[in-house]
C-alpha cells in the first residue's frame, strides 16, 4: 500500500472530537474513579496490574496488531512464542501465580500452557501422594513434564460416569492398560494436548477383576521428551478450528493397549493394593467438590470483569457515536445526539453496566463464604468429624454449609456466564455497523468467553443440581427441621408467611426487593416440590421447571449479594459513589424483576401494579440517574486499552482515528493489489495463487 | 497415513441406525411438505441442478477454510466468485441459478454488492441513457460495483452523511469531496479491493444560479463514479480506498473505506431517472412522488424474511440431528441401572431451546410468502401509482424485519449452544453460519432503530381511528376504529386460545391494537416525549410483526392443499409457535384483556405437550426442509448420522495444524520442533 497522502493525514472527524465527548461526558459525574477502583480491586492490585503492563508492553511478542488479520496456524505459533516469553519473564521478574494469571488476562488470549498451569499442576498437587508429586509434580513444576487435563471425550462431556477409556488392572506385573475401544472413546477438547504437552491427566474407567469402579485419574506420558513425537500406540493432536479459542490446541486423544506402572494411577484419594489386588476407597470426596465450588466462584467472579470489557467498549463508543437530532428538539438546538441518549441504547447499556458490579460482588460474596467454610472444615477435620460427604446428594441438606455453597455456585455459575455471554453479544449489537468489526474488540472476546458457558458444568444442566438440593432442602423444612443456613431460612419464612401472603415494598425498600426475591424463590421452589413430590411428574418433564427455579434462586443470591456490599462499607465509597451504587443495586433488581415479571406476580410477591410502576416509572428514571454517570462508572473496571485492544472502547475517545488507522495501515489485505475480472486466474497482482489451492 | 484409529468405530447404537429410527417413527410426507416450502421459483429444482455442478468442484471444498487468514480467505472467496461467474456462462445459469450457486457456495461473495445493490441502483435510478450505456457493461462484469452509502461517521441517519458533490456550473461537473475524517465512506461491501466502480451517496449541493455563489443542500443523491484504473486496479488519483479489516464475520468480503479530494464527476454521473441538475440554468429538479421506493423495498425485505427462514431451518437441522443421536446420561426416574442412554433431545431443556425454533421456521416462510405475492399481485397497481395495499404492508415490513432477522440470527446461537461442546467445533458448521448471518440486525435498517417506523405508522394510524374522522385510509385503520368500538370497551368475550387456533390469532391482534392504543395515549394525549418512549414503541412494533406471523401462518396453512398428515403437523407446529410466543409476553395479553388469566398459567403444560407432539416427528420435519450437506458443512447435522466420523475425520486428517510439530519447552527458543532457532524472529516480522 502506497502512503498515506497529506491530504488525508490532515483529515479530522467531523463536530465535537471524541475526546472532547468523553471529558465532557467525565465532566457530568463527580465519582471518585480510582476510590471505586480501588474498592472493586484493592490498591494492591491495581499496582500489580500496573507493573506488569509496563513489561508486558515492550515486548514486541505480546504486540496484538495484527491477531485480528492471522490464520489459525499463524496465531497458534505466536501465541505459543508468547506463552514461552512469558514463563521466562516469569523466571525473571519471579513472579507469583498471581502475577502471571494478571499477565494472562492482560494478554487476553487462551495460551497453550493453560490446561498446564490451570489443571495439570493442580491436579497432581491436590490428588498425588508423596511419591507421585516427586516423581510427576517435580517435572511438571520445572516445564519438563507439560501435561494436560484429559477427562471428556468424543461421545461424553457432561455425563462423567459414561466414559469409555479403560484403564484395566494387570495383578501379573502390576500395571494398567490404558485402552481406547471405540471411536468415541477418544479424548476429545482437551486444552493444550493437540500440540503441546507431553503428559496427561487421563481420566479412565478403572477396571479390576472385571468389575468397573468408574472414572479414575492417571497419569500418562504421551509425547516423547527429546522428538515430541507421540510414544507408540497412542494416537494424538489438535482437533481444528472453534468459533473461538483458536490460540488453543484442544486435543483428541486414542490409545491402543498402552500399558502404565502402578504409580500412575493418583492415588491421594483412592488406590489400588499391588498387594490384594483390592481397591481402596476414597477418603474424602468432599474436597473434590470444595474445588469445584472454588472453580465455579471464580467464575462468577471473572463473569462480571468479563461483561464489563463490552459494557466499557459499547458505552464509550455510544458516548462518542452521534445519529439523528432529537425529534422533539427545539428548532435551534443544533447537531446530532449522542446515541448513549436513546432510551433504547440505555436500556440495554445500563442495566448490564449494573450487572457487571452485581456479579462482581457476588464472586467476591462466594469465594468469602468458601474461603470461611475451609477453615472450618479444617477445623473440624482435626477434631474427627469429617465422615459427611458432601455432594448435596450425599448430605442432609440444610445442616451443611458446603452443600449450599456447592449448589448455590452451580446456580450461580449458570447464571453468571449465561449473562456474560448475552451481555457480550448485545453491547456489541449496541455498537451498530461499527460492532461488526473486529476492531469493535467485543466479537473476539466474546467468542473465547463462550465456552464457559460449557464447561464446568453445561448452564442448562448444572441448574438440576440446584434443583434437586433446593427440592431436598424444602423436603426438610417441611418435615419442621429447623433452619440451618440462607435457603432453609428463606424456605421457612416462606412457609410461616404464605398464608398471610406478602405485601413487600419494593420500589420503597431495597430490604423488600431482596425479600421479594427470596419470596419467588420459595415459592417456585415449592411449586417445583408439589410437582415432583404429589402429582409425581416425571424429572424430564420438570426440567424448565428447574431451569427457572434455579435462575430464581440464583438472581436473589445476586441481588442479596450486591445489598449486603453496598450496606458494609461506609468509609471506602464517598457518599455520592455510594448513593449511585444504590441506584445500580435497584437498577439490577428492578429490571430483574420486570423482565421475569409473571413469576413475581404468580407468586404474589407483588402486584400487578407494582411491576406496572417498576417498569414505566422506577427503571425509567433509574436510567436517567445513572446516564450521566455511565463513563466514570465504566472506567472504574480500569481496563487499559492494550488490554481492550478495541477501537471503540479507547479512553480518549478517537474512535474514528484509530479505526481509519487499524483498516489503512495495519490492514494486510490492503498490501494486494487483485485482479477482479472473472477470465482471468489472476487473483492477487502481486501474490502467488497457486498456493491458497494447496490449503484447502 | 493408516493407523490404529482407522479400525475404531463409535460406540453402538451409531447415528445411522439412530437417524434411520427417527424417520421410520414419523409420518411426515418430506417429500410433499418439501415442496410446499420451496417451490417459489423452482428453488428446489435448482437446487438439485446447481448442486452436483457446485459440490464436485475441489475450489468448493469448505472443511478447511477456517484455518485460512483473513487476507486468504478473502483471495479464496476472490476464486470461487470468478469461478462461479465462469460455470454460469458455461452451463447458461440465469440470475436466479447464479444466486442458486451463491447461496450453496455459502462464501459472502467479494461480488455480493455487484449483483445486487450496484445493478439494482442503476437499473431503479439510471434514466434510460444510463441504463443503456451501464447495464452491458454491469452485467459482463466490466464495470465491477459497489454501493457506498455508510461512511463512518453515518450509517442509520443518511441524510446526516458527510460527503459533499457540489456542482460546477462552469465546467458542467460535479466535485465530490471528503470534508472530514467521519465522511470516508466505510462498510461499503466490494469496494475495499473487487470494485472499480461506486454508486457514492453524496450531500448535492447545487449553487442557487449559475452565477450565484451561494449553494444549497438538496440531500444525499446517488452517482456513478468510476474509482480504479480499469487496467491496472490500482485507485485514481484523488481517491483513497482499502479495505477496512477484519469483521465479526464476512471474511470473503471487502468492506471498505473511501476518501475523495476534490474529485471530478461528468454530469452524467448523476442518476437522473428521479431527480436532476439541468446541465445548462443549474436548476434541481426532483419527484413529484416519493413513494415509488416502496415497492423495491418490500420485496428485499420479504427477501430478507424468506432467507431468515432458510437460516434458521439450517441450525434447527443441525442441532435436531445432533441432538437426536448425542445420548448422555440415563432417564433419572428409570430403576434399571443399565438402561440406554437418552438421546439429550429427549430432555425438556433441550426441547424448549430447539423445537419453538422449529416452529418459527415455519413461521417465517408463510410471512415471506404473503410478502412477495402481495408486491407481486400489485406490481400492476403500483406502476399507477396506486399504492393501496403495499403502503400498509412497506410500512410493518420495518418492523418485520428486525423481528424476523433477530429471530434467526438469535436462533443459530441458541441452537449451538444447545449442542454442548461440539457445538463449538468450527464443524458444527455453526460458526461461519453465525459470525455471517450477524450482520443482518444491523444492515438494511438497525433493528433497534427502525421498528420505530412501525410504530410510528401505527400510531399516526390509530390516532385517526380515535379521531374517526370520514372513511378509514386503510385496513389498519379499519381494524383500529373496530377495535376501540368493541374489544377496547371490553364488549367481546375474551378469546379461548387452547381450544381454537382462530381465536389465537385474534388474540395476538387485540393484544397488538392494545399496545398501540397505550402508547397513543402516552405520546397523543400525555404528550411524552419520543424519546422517553423508545422502549414501548419498539414493544408495539414486535407486537403488531408477531400478530402478522401469526396470522399469515394461520392462514397459509388453512389455505393450502396438503395432505392431512401435513396439516396436523403443520397445526401443531402453528400451536407450538403462537403459545410459546404467546407465553413470553403473557403480561401484554392479561393487560390487553385477550387471553384470561386461567389460560396463561396453562400455556408451559401446553407447550411442553405440543413439544412432545413434535418431538418424534422433529428429524423428519427438519429434512423436508432439503438442506444439503454441502450447505451444512457439519459434522453434527449430516443426513446420514455420521456424527463422530466425521468429527474425527476433519480433526484428524484434515487438520493442518496437526502437519506440524511444536517445540513446547519454554527455555527453547524454537517454535517449530528442529528448526534450529529463528522462529520467532520471523514471527516479530508479521507483527
Ligand atoms: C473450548 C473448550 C475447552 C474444553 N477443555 C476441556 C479440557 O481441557 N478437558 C476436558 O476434559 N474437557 C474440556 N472441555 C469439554 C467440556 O467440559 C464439555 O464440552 C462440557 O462438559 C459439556 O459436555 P458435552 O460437550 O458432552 O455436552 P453434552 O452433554 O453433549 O450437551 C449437549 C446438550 O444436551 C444437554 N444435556 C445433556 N445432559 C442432559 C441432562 N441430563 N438433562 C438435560 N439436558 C442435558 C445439554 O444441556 C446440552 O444442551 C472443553 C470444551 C470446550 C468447548
Ligand atoms: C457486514 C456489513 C455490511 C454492510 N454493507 C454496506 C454496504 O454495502 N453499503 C453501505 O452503504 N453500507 C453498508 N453497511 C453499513 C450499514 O448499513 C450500517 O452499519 C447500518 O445502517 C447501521 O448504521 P450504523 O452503523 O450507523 O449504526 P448506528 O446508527 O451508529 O447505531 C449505533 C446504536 O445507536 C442506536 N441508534 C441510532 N439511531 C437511533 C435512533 N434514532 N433511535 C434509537 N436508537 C438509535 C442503534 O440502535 C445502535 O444501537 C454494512 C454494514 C455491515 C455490518
Not at chain 1, 490464520?71 to 513472579?95: M, P, V
Not at chain 2, 403500483?382 to 424485519?401: C, M, N, P, T, Y
Amino acid at each position: 500500500m502506497s502512503e498515506i497522502p497529506g491530504w488525508v493525514k490532515a483529515l479530522k472527524p467531523s463536530g465535537p472530537q471524541g475526546s472532547e465527548l468523553l471529558e465532557h461526558e467525565r465532566n457530568k459525574s463527580n465519582i471518585d474513579v480510582d476510590q471505586l477502583s480501588t474498592f472493586l480491586f484493592t490498591r494492591e492490585g491495581m499496582e500489580r496490574k500496573k507493573r506488569i503492563l509496563d513489561i508486558l508492553q515492550k515486548e514486541k511478542v505480546f504486540d496484538k496488531s495484527q491477531n485480528y488479520f492471522a490464520g489459525r496456524i499463524d496465531r497458534f505459533e505466536t501465541a505459543l512464542a508468547r506463552a514461552k516469553r512469558l514463563s521466562q519473564l516469569q523466571d525473571a521478574h519471579n513472579w507469583t501465580q498471581d502475577d502471571k494469571m494478571v499477565a494472562n488476562d492482560l494478554i487476553s488470549e487462551p495460551g497453550p500452557y493453560g490446561l498446564h498451569e490451570g489443571m495439570y499442576l493442580i491436579t497432581l498437587r491436590d490428588q498425588g501422594n508423596a511419591e507421585q508429586h516427586e516423581k510427576f509434580l517435580k517435572p511438571a513444576q520445572a516445564y519438563r513434564h507439560i501435561g494436560c487435563y484429559a477427562q471428556t471425550e468424543l461421545g461424553h462431556g457432561s455425563n462423567v460416569r459414561g466414559l469409555e477409556t479403560t484403564a484395566t488392572w494387570n495383578p501379573e506385573d502390576q500395571t494398567f492398560t490404558i485402552h481406547s475401544p471405540h471411536l468415541t472413546a477418544s479424548k476429545w477438547w482437551i486444552g493444550s494436548l493437540g500440540r503441546t504437552a507431553n503428559h496427561a491427566v487421563v481420566m479412565a474407567q478403572l477396571i479390576i477383576g472385571g468389575k468397573s469402579m468408574g472414572p479414575h485419574p492417571f497419569v500418562v506420558q504421551i509425547r516423547d521428551l527429546k522428538t515430541h513425537q507421540p510414544l507408540p500406540n497412542i494416537y494424538v493432536g489438535d482437533i481444528g478450528p472453534k468459533f473461538g479459542y483458536n490460540t488453543m490446541d484442544n486435543g483428541f486423544l486414542l490409545f491402543n493397549h498402552v500399558k502404565v506402572p502402578h504409580i500412575s494411577m493418583l492415588a491421594r484419594f483412592s488406590s489400588v493394593d499391588p498387594k490384594t489386588n483390592r481397591y481402596v476407597r476414597p477418603a474424602s470426596p468432599s474436597l473434590v467438590y470444595g474445588t469445584l465450588t472454588w472453580v465455579r466462584s471464580t467464575i462468577v467472579m471473572q463473569a462480571g470483569g468479563v461483561l464489563a470489557r463490552g459494557v466499557t467498549i459499547a458505552t464509550r463508543y455510544a458516548a462518542v457515536r452521534r445519529q439523528f437530532q432529537d425529534r422533539d428538539a427545539p428548532e435551534w438546538e443544533q447537531g446530532e445526539n449522542q446515541v448513549i441518549n436513546y432510551t433504547t441504547v440505555q436500556i440495554r447499556l445500563l442495566p448490564l453496566l449494573a450487572t457487571t458490579f452485581a456479579l462482581h460482588f457476588t464472586g467476591k460474596g462466594m469465594m468469602a463464604l468458601y474461603a470461611a467454610n475451609q477453615k472450618k472444615m479444617s477445623q473440624s477435620a482435626n477434631s474427627g468429624d469429617s465422615k459427611r460427604g458432601a455432594g448435596p446428594e450425599e448430605t442432609h441438606s440444610g445442616s451443611d454449609l458446603l452443600a449450599d455453597l456447592h449448589a448455590t455456585s452451580c446456580g450461580l455459575k449458570s447464571l453468571a456466564s449465561s449473562t456474560a455471554v448475552e451481555g457480550l453479544e448485545m453491547c456489541r449489537r449496541a455498537c451498530g455497523g461499527h460492532g461488526y468489526s473486529s476492531f469493535s474488540g467485543i466479537g473476539p472476546w466474546y467468542a473465547d468467553y463462550l465456552p464457559t458457558a460449557t464447561w464446568e458444568g453445561d448452564n442448562y444442566m448444572l441448574t438440576q443440581q440446584v434443583a434437586r438440593y433446593l427440592l431436598k432442602s424444602a423436603r426438610t423444612v417441611l418435615k419442621g427441621g429447623e433452619p440451618t443456613n440462607d435457603t432453609t431460612s428463606i424456605l421457612s419464612y416462606f412457609l410461616k408467611r404464605q398464608d398471610q401472603g406478602a405485601a413487600f415494598d419494593i420500589l420503597g425498600s431495597d430490604s423488600d426487593l431482596v425479600s421479594a426475591f427470596a419470596w419467588r424463590a420459595s415459592f417456585l421452589t415449592f411449586e417445583a416440590l408439589r410437582h415432583r413430590d404429589e402429582q409425581k411428574k416425571a424429572w424430564n418433564d420438570l426440567l424448565v421447571d428447574f431451569y427457572r427455579l434455579s435462575r430464581a434462586h440464583a438472581q436473589y443470591i445476586v441481588v442479596k449479594n450486591f445489598y449486603e456490599t453496598l450496606q458494609a462499607p461506609t468509609s471506602e465509597l464517598s457518599s455520592e459513589t455510594l448513593a449511585i451504587m444504590h441506584k445500580l443495586f435497584r437498577l439490577y433488581a428492578l429490571h430483574t424483576l420486570e423482565s421475569e415479571a409473571s413469576e413475581f406476580y404468580t407468586s404474589a410477591a407483588v402486584t400487578v401494579r407494582q411491576i406496572q410502576l417498576a417498569r414505566t416509572n422506577a427503571v425509567m428514571n433509574l436510567l436517567t440517574e445513572i446516564r450521566p454517570h455511565a463513563l466514570r462508572l465504566v472506567d472504574a473496571w480500569d481496563f487499559p486499552d492494550w488490554q481492550l485492544d478495541s477501537s471503540l472502547g479507547r479512553k480518549d475517545g478517537k474512535v474514528y482515528e484509530d479505526m481509519f488507522h487499524r483498516a489503512a495501515e495495519l490492514n494486510p489485505l490492503n498490501r494486494v493489489t487483485i485482479n477482479p475480472y472473472p477470465d482471468s486466474p489472476i487473483l492477487f497482482q502481486n501474490n502467488d495463487s497457486a498456493s491458497l489451492k494447496s490449503k484447502l | 497415513m493408516p493407523d490404529f484409529a482407522d479400525k475404531l468405530k463409535p460406540a453402538s447404537p451409531d447415528g445411522p441406525s439412530i437417524l434411520a429410527k427417527e424417520r421410520s417413527q414419523s409420518d411426515v410426507p418430506v417429500d410433499e411438505l418439501a415442496q410446499h416450502l420451496l417451490s417459489r421459483s423452482d428453488f428446489l429444482k435448482r437446487q438439485e441442478k446447481i448442486l452436483p455442478v457446485v459440490s464436485k468442484d475441489p475450489l468448493f471444498n469448505k472443511t478447511k477454510q477456517m484455518n485460512l487468514s483473513r487476507p486468504e480467505r478473502y483471495q479464496l472467496g476472490l476464486a470461487r466468485a470468478k469461478k462461479l461467474r465462469l460455470l454460469a456462462d458455461q452451463h447458461g445459469w440465469d440470475t436466479k441459478d447464479q444466486e442458486m450457486s451463491q447461496y450453496l457456495c455459502d462464501d459472502v461473495s467479494p461480488f455480493m454488492v455487484h449483483v445486487s445493490m450496484w445493478i439494482n441502483t442503476v437499473r431503479e435510478q439510471g434514466d434510460d441513457e444510463q441504463r443503456r450505456y451501464w447495464l452491458p457493461k454491469i452485467e459482463a462484469w466490466e464495470a465491477i460495483g459497489c454501493y457506498a452509502q455508510t461512511e463512518l461517521g453515518h450509517g442509520s441517519n443518511v441524510r446526516g452523511i458527510e460527503l459533499q458533490s457540489r456542482w460546477d456550473p462552469k465546467t458542467k461537473e460535479f466535485v465530490l469531496h471528503s470534508p472530514t475524517l467521519t465522511a470516508s465512506k466505510w462498510w461499503n461491501g466490494s469496494m475495499g479491493r473487487t470494485g472499480n466502480h461506486a454508486i457514492v451517496i453524496a450531500q448535492l449541493l447545487v449553487p442557487k444560479s449559475n452565477e450565484s455563489k451561494e449553494l444549497v443542500n438538496h440531500g444525499p443523491h446517488p452517482f456513478i463514479v468510476q474509482i480504479r484504473d480499469l487496467k491496472t486496479h490500482e485507485p485514481l488519483d484523488g481517491i483513497i480506498v482499502g479495505d477496512i479489516g477484519p469483521k465479526y464475520g464476512y471474511a470473503p468480503m471487502d468492506n471498505g473505506y473511501m476518501l475523495f479530494d476534490n474529485f471530478r464527476i461528468p454530469h452524467s454521473a448523476m442518476l437522473a431517472r428521479y431527480s436532476k441538475v439541468d446541465p445548462n440554468t443549474s436548476k434541481y429538479s426532483k419527484p413529484a412522488n416519493t413513494a415509488v421506493v416502496y415497492g423495491s423495498l418490500t420485496f428485499v425485505r420479504a427477501t430478507i424474511i424468506m432467507h431468515a427462514r432458510l437460516i434458521m431451518a439450517r441450525a434447527v437441522t443441525n442441532a435436531v440431528r445432533y441432538t437426536s443421536i448425542r445420548r448422555q446420561f440415563s432417564d433419572r426416574d428409570s430403576s434399571d441401572r443399565s438402561a440406554p442412554e437418552l438421546s439429550v433431545l429427549d430432555y425438556t431443556t433441550v426441547q424448549i431451546r430447539i423445537l419453538p425454533l422449529l416452529a418459527t421456521a415455519f413461521a417465517l416462510h408463510y410471512t415471506g410468502e404473503a410478502m412477495h405475492n402481495l408486491y407481486e399481485g400489485t406490481r400492476a397497481e403500483i406502476e399507477k401509482g396506486d399504492f393501496g395495499r403495499l403502503a400498509v404492508l412497506h410500512a410493518q415490513s420495518s418492523g418485520l424485519k428486525s423481528l424476523c432477522t433477530e429471530l434467526a440470527a438469535n436462533s443459530i446461537e441458541t441452537c449451538r449452544r444447545a449442542m454442548g461442546g461440539h457445538g463449538f467445533m468450527a464443524s458444527s458448521g455453526m460458526v461461519q453460519l453465525n459470525n455471517d448471518y450477524l450482520s443482518k440486525p444491523t444492515v438494511e435498517g438497525d433493528n433497534h432503530m427502525i421498528t420505530q417506523q412501525t410504530a410510528s405508522y401505527l400510531l399516526k394510524r390509530m390516532a385517526a381511528a380515535v379521531a374517526g374522522k370520514g372513511k378509514p385510509v386503510d385496513e389498519v385503520e379499519r381494524d383500529c376504529r373496530e377495535w376501540l368500538s368493541k374489544e377496547h370497551n371490553r364488549k367481546m368475550p375474551t378469546p379461548k386460545v387452547l381450544e381454537s387456533d382462530e381465536e389465537i390469532v385474534d388474540a395476538f391482534r387485540r393484544r397488538s391494537r392494545d399496545q398501540t392504543y397505550r402508547a397513543y395515549v402516552e405520546r397523543d394525549i400525555k404528550k411524552r416525549s419520543w424519546n422517553s418512549l423508545l422502549i414501548q414503541l419498539r414493544k408495539i412494533s414486535i407486537a403488531e410483526s408477531q400478530s402478522i406471523l401469526v396470522k399469515n401462518f394461520y392462514d397459509g396453512v388453512q389455505s393450502s392443499t396438503l395432505s392431512s398428515p401435513a396439516r396436523k403437523h403443520l397445526s401443531t407446529l402453528f400451536r407450538l409457535f403462537a403459545l410459546y410466543t404467546m407465553d413470553a409476553e403473557a403480561r401484554d395479553f392479561a393487560k390487553a384483556g385477550a387471553v384470561s388469566n386461567d389460560d396463561l398459567d396453562e400455556l408451559p403444560f401446553k407447550i411442553q405437550e405440543l413439544m412432545a407432539q413434535v418431538r418424534p416427528h422433529a428429524v423428519s420435519l427438519v429434512d423436508s426442509w432439503k438442506i444439503p450437506d454441502f450447505l451444512l458443512d457439519s459434522a453434527l447435522g449430516r443426513y446420514d448420522g455420521r456424527v463422530y466420523e466425521d468429527l474425527f475425520n476433519r480433526a484428524h486428517r484434515l487438520n493442518p495444524l496437526n502437519e506440524i510439530t511444536f517445540n513446547p519447552y519454554y527455555k527453547n527458543e524454537e517454535i517449530i520442533m528442529g528448526s534450529g532457532g529463528g522462529d520467532v524472529e520471523k514471527l516479530l516480522a508479521k507483527l
